[in-house]
């Protein structure tokens, strides 16, 4: 799954056009790394300018291939306010440089120049004065942590936080996840008593963005009025001066999955949904229990059980189960309770990813990968592999680091950010599919209800295995396999098996984990193992540190293998019988010995 810019307000197309035939190419790749929707016009001609005029009103963006002077006096008839205007992204032919030229916080224009760059190894030309000294851009951040924007004078906020003559701007923190505070590019913001700006899930003064901590739980008759449950949602909302921009969901007895009110509210106020089984809301302990309900429903209760269970881990009751009845031409009757989720939680809004960073060389990371790490809100690894990417970070990015042997407590937590509603790349080095994190991280989200699940997705990286053969030369250009010498989480036993088996059917084989300070005996017997399978001469390749500074590679035989060059941060190539060594290159020719080739 191609990342998106999910950050950018999400309503319209963004259109890609150029000027003239030499941009169609690089309108072509932005279409396939799903950076514009649609283009205007024919790839190969400029764009007449009615097609512009008439997309501007529901546009949520341009990317144009064009000079800014040009784009410029073509978009001045068209604005009409900051609040209701499409960002405008301008780039150079060669992709070199991504500015935004119009909409550059409210409209997502700075976000989507930031994965333009990324995707074609360009730069991002921010020009505004918070992004020009690596600060939060106040008006917009919160998109990228799974908030909405509600009311406050925005513009004075902005005119504020961009003057560095004065004293730091007040905020506060007081629902949702509170990271963010930590961010490099909010250094300059402190707590106060008078805050310009809060994260809250109340209404209020001031500027606020409001995180997705409320879940509904909802019962009713059957075949209730919309207007009904509206008026309960609504009424209790505004009486407890909860927002509804804080609201994650819904949820309710798998028994009214198909009530039309229910349906109905859930899409006009654009709400997911999650439905309980009556054994799942009975396990739930709740103030107010009831026998009507358990002899109709097989649970003692729906609102106060469902609204706790949608709002995850830790949740509580913020308010207790209300009753509304029909009023004049209504029919039916419903019941309303309200969960606050311990930070945020808002697993449908959230972003899994796995991202391959490579072997360290950033000239090694894939496009996509790029573009991902570009999206995400949080890193999420260990250190050392993050510390290799630390150039591509943003002060607006969180980094989370990790211990190199705790990697279920690793991604536990990347899922649980994830579930709160956030952009999450959890970042392994090599390919994450390969003896790395995707297996593990995808095995915690195949466990969580298929309803309450973050998109996942697995972006691959080039392996080990890969660099190696490329600096060695040509050595898996027949059958292959890896192999990882480590006794941590397979048997040693096991590991033996699969080493006769590679010898017995005369594969390349990459080792993996071949020799540690604690594990320095078991290359030497992999190598006893192997040989009984190909003769002594056999080439090997040592490859150590790829991708880094100090990268080594060397041949050797595999009767003279040199052990102790070999550790933790090194892969061994064997080659199999037909490999030869010629010049410095190993090579595996494609046809086995006695095999045509056509």
């Known amino acids: 799954m191609t990342p998106t810019p999910a950050s950018l307000p999400a309503h319209g197309l963004i259109w890609g056009l150029g000027f003239s035939g030499g941009s169609a190419p690089m309108l072509e790749r932005l279409s396939q790394a799903g950076l514009i929707d649609a283009r205007l016009g024919p790839a190969d001609q400029p764009l007449p300018r009615e097609g512009l005029v008439a997309e501007w009103p529901s546009a949520r963006a341009f990317v144009i291939v064009g000079a800014c002077g040009l784009v410029t006096r073509l978009i001045a008839p068209l604005l009409t306010g900051k609040d209701r205007d499409p960002a405008v992204v301008v780039i150079d032919p060669q992709g070199r440089f991504a500015i935004p030229l119009l909409g550059g916080h409210t409209a997502g224009a700075d976000q989507l120049c930031q994965l333009i760059a990324a995707s074609l190894g360009g730069q991002a030309v921010l020009t505004g004065a918070g992004a020009a000294a690596g600060r939060l851009s106040l008006d917009s951040f919160g998109r990228s942590w799974g908030w909405q924007r509600g009311a406050g004078d925005w513009q004075k906020l902005m005119l504020a936080a961009g003057r560095t003559d004065g ?9 949702g996840c509170p990271r963010w505070l930590e961010l490099d590019a909010a250094a300059h913001l402190q707590s106060g008593a008078d805050p310009a700006m809060v994260v809250d899930i109340h209404t209020g003064s001031g500027c606020r963005w409001h995180p997705p901590s409320l879940w509904l739980g909802l019962g009713c008759e059957r075949n209730t009025s919309l207007s009904l449950l509206e008026r309960l949602v609504d009424q209790t909302l505004a009486a407890r001066q909860l927002a509804p921009q804080a609201v994650a969901g819904m949820a309710s007895i798998d028994r009214k999955a198909q009530e039309p009110a229910m349906l109905a509210l859930a899409a006009r106020r654009k709400w997911p949904v999650r439905w309980f089984d009556a054994a799942s809301l009975t396990a739930v302990a709740v103030p107010n229990p009831s026998a009507a ?23 509580s009751l913020l308010q207790t189960k209300l009753i509304a009845h029909a009023q004049a031409t209504e029919q039916g009757a419903a019941t309303l309770a309200v969960a606050v989720a311990e ?6 809004r959230g972003q899994l990813h796995l991202v391959g960073s490579g072997p360290g060389s950033l ?38 680091d990790g211990r190199l042997t705790e990697e279920r407590a690793r991604c536990a937590l990347a899922l649980e950010l994830a579930c709160q509603g956030l952009k999450v790349a959890l970042v392994s080095s090599g390919d994450s599919g390969i003896y790395a994190m995707a297996g593990l991280a995808l095995e915690l989200w195949l ?13 691959p990286g080039i392996s080990a295995l890969q660099l190696a053969a490329a600096r ?18 397979t048997p040693w036993a096991v590991i033996e098996r699969r080493l006769r088996a590679a010898a017995q059917g005369d594969f390349v084989v990459a080792l993996y984990n071949p020799r540690s300070l604690g594990r320095d005996w078991q290359l030497a017997r992999a190598r006893e193992l192997l040989l009984s399978g190909r003769p002594a001469s056999t080439p090997v390749v040592i490859a150590r540190q790829l991708g880094r ?3 080594a590679v060397s041949l050797h035989t595999l009767g003279e293998l040199p052990a102790e060059q070999v550790d933790m941060l090194t892969l061994v190539l064997v080659g ?19 095999a045509e080739l056509s």
Request: negative net charge.
């Open 447 to 459: 466990a969580q209800p298929a309803d309450g699940r973050p998109d996942f997705a697995v972006h």
């Open 343 to 348: 930070g945020q939680w808002a697993p449908q």
């Open 363 to 400: 000239d090694l990371l894939t496009g996509d990968a790029r573009r991902t790490l570009a999206e995400a809100t949080v890193w999420v690894g260990y250190g050392l592999y993050l510390d290799l990417l630390e150039p591509l970070r943003r002060p607006d990015q969180l980094r989370w």
């Open 549 to 551: 500074s100090a990268e």
């Open 167 to 175: 004293p730091s701007l007040e905020v506060e923190a007081r629902h």
């Open 472 to 489: 060695a030369g040509a050595p898996l250009m027949h059958d292959f396999c890896t192999i990882s010498l480590s006794d941590r989480l």
């Open 293 to 315: 309900v358990a002899k109709e429903m097989g649970t003692a209760s729906v609102a106060e059980a469902a609204a706790q269970l949608a709002a995850g881990p830790g949740a």
């Open 576 to 594: 199999n019988s037909s490999s030869y060594a010629r010049d410095g290159r190993l090579v595996t020719p494609r046809g086995y010995p006695g």
